[in-house]
């Protein structure tokens, strides 16, 4: 039986998904994997240490994050802005060029959402 | 129904009681009904998660600067789409999903490991306390090895592949259950158990050659 084939178990039985004493006996009847997965919980456990270990954010986070969205709120209302300019001369250009009608007027306020 | 949302945030700020104190769902559906002109909910959200995002960023990324700039990104992308949001008492998972994906997607760019910037923003500085949760003061010996097995815990991880390093730090450090990874990385569940198990025993045989003092390896009928 390679490690390929049984890596599934093996994580189970590292993690203590699988517990009891017909696993015990199957870990004994396989001594190489048992190393396996001894070394597995070692590993868990070492890891498991980091959890535990505070990490420190960053001053002004929410700060920065905040301001950042404000200016993409800016910019993407200015380019909004602009682009609905740009496209307005463009179809009184291409009006202009092939006779099209220019376009409408805004709708007056109140007349629809 | 945004009428009614924008009462229910000037009722609760003005009640005393604090947005942070509302359910994450309840922040989202909030968030989708009033943002982008009022920004009250979405900053109790980001209250409610930047340290678990930024803890994940970081242990991800493996620099302070880049785990800063993804966690800034993961949430612009929440600012973004939270108001597509279908299922609101999803949030915290999305947000997670988010923070794995965009760190996944950050370090395949950069396609290769992270500069050792961490070691000098390794740790507490001289002066700045660990917290620990017993009461007992640790002797200065127990911070010196504690100090130094994290430095040896981080300094294994960030030297492993990309995806080694996610699911160790995922199932591991941060006890994510596996259909969440297996959703996070869009692979199978047997995939993910297999691929954890892989990443501990690459992880064994790094740690073991970079800190060979602090690996103390146990006979199988020990474990």
Same mark, same amino acid.
């Given at each position: 039986?390679?490690?390929?084939?049984?890596?599934?178990?093996?994580?189970?039985?590292?993690?203590?998904?699988?517990?009891?004493?017909?696993?015990?006996?199957?870990?004994?009847?396989?001594?190489?994997?048992?190393?396996?997965?001894?070394?597995?919980?070692?590993?868990?456990?070492?890891?498991?240490?980091?959890?535990?270990?505070?990490?420190?954010?960053?001053?002004?986070?929410?700060?920065?994050?905040?301001?950042?969205?404000?200016?993409?709120?800016?910019?993407?209302?200015?380019?909004?802005?602009?682009?609905?300019?740009?496209?307005?001369?463009?179809?009184?250009?291409?009006?202009?060029?092939?006779?099209?009608?220019?376009?409408?007027?805004?709708?007056?306020?109140?007349?629809?959402? | $129904?945004?009428?009614?949302?924008?009462?229910?945030?000037?009722?609760? *700020?003005?009640?005393?009681?604090?947005?942070?104190? &509302?359910?994450?769902?309840?922040?989202?559906?909030?968030?989708? =009904?009033?943002?982008?002109? =009022?920004?009250?909910?979405?900053?109790?959200?980001?209250?409610?998660?930047?340290?678990?995002?930024?803890?994940?960023?970081?242990?991800? $990324?493996? =620099?302070?600067?880049?785990?800063?700039?993804?966690?800034?990104?993961?949430?612009?992308?929440?600012?973004?789409?939270?108001?597509?949001?279908?299922? *609101?008492?999803?949030?915290?998972?999305?947000?997670?999903? &988010?923070?794995?994906?965009?760190?996944?997607?950050?370090?395949?760019?950069?396609?290769?490991?992270?500069?050792? /910037?961490?070691?000098? *923003?390794?740790?507490?500085?001289?002066?700045?306390?660990?917290?620990?949760? =017993?009461?007992? $003061?640790?002797?200065?010996?127990?911070?010196?090895?504690?100090?130094? &097995?994290?430095?040896?815990?981080?300094?294994?991880?960030?030297?492993?592949?990309?995806?080694?390093?996610?699911?160790?730090?995922?199932?591991?450090?941060?006890?994510?259950?596996?259909?969440?990874?297996?959703?996070?990385?869009?692979?199978?569940?047997?995939?993910?158990?297999?691929?954890?198990?892989?990443?501990?025993? /690459?992880?064994?045989?790094?740690?073991?050659?970079?800190?060979?003092?602090?690996?103390?390896?146990?006979?199988?009928?020990?474990?």
């Amino acid at each position: 039986m390679t490690t390929g084939d049984t890596g599934f178990d093996l994580t189970d039985l590292a993690d203590g998904t699988l517990t009891g004493p017909e696993w015990e006996e199957w870990l004994s009847a396989h001594p190489d994997l048992a190393v396996q997965v001894s070394m597995a919980r070692q590993v868990r456990a070492l890891l498991m240490e980091l959890r535990a270990m505070p990490v420190e954010m960053p001053a002004d986070f929410e700060a920065i994050l905040m301001e950042r969205l404000r200016r993409d709120d800016t910019f993407l209302g200015l380019l909004d802005l602009w682009l609905a300019g740009f496209g307005r001369v463009l179809l009184e250009l291409l009006g202009a060029l092939f006779g099209a009608p220019s376009p409408p007027e805004s709708a007056p306020s109140g007349t629809g959402r | $129904m945004a009428e009614f949302c924008y009462c229910v945030v000037d009722v609760v *700020s003005s009640g005393g009681d604090s947005l942070e104190s &509302l359910p994450p769902e309840t922040l989202a559906r909030l968030c989708r =009904d009033t943002l982008p002109e =009022d920004t009250r909910a979405f900053e109790a959200l980001v209250s409610l998660f930047k340290e678990r995002v930024y803890a994940t960023t970081y242990r991800l $990324m493996g =620099d302070r600067e880049d785990a800063e700039d993804q966690a800034q990104e993961v949430f612009i992308k929440v600012y973004r789409g939270v108001g597509d949001l279908d299922d *609101s008492s999803t949030v915290a998972a999305w947000i997670y999903r &988010l923070t794995v994906n965009t760190c996944f997607d950050a370090l395949r760019k950069r396609r290769r490991t992270p500069a050792r /910037a961490w070691a000098a *923003s390794f740790g507490p500085e001289e002066d700045e306390e660990i917290g620990y949760p =017993d009461t007992k $003061m640790p002797t200065p010996e127990e911070v010196a090895l504690r100090g130094e &097995l994290r430095e040896c815990l981080e300094e294994t991880l960030w030297s492993m592949e990309i995806q080694d390093r996610g699911v160790l730090v995922l199932r591991d450090v941060e006890g994510r259950p596996y259909q969440e990874i297996a959703e996070a990385l869009t692979v199978s569940l047997g995939a993910v158990k297999m691929r954890i198990h892989r990443a501990r025993l /690459a992880f064994q045989q790094l740690f073991g050659r970079l800190c060979p003092e602090l690996w103390r390896p146990e006979k199988a009928s020990e474990a």
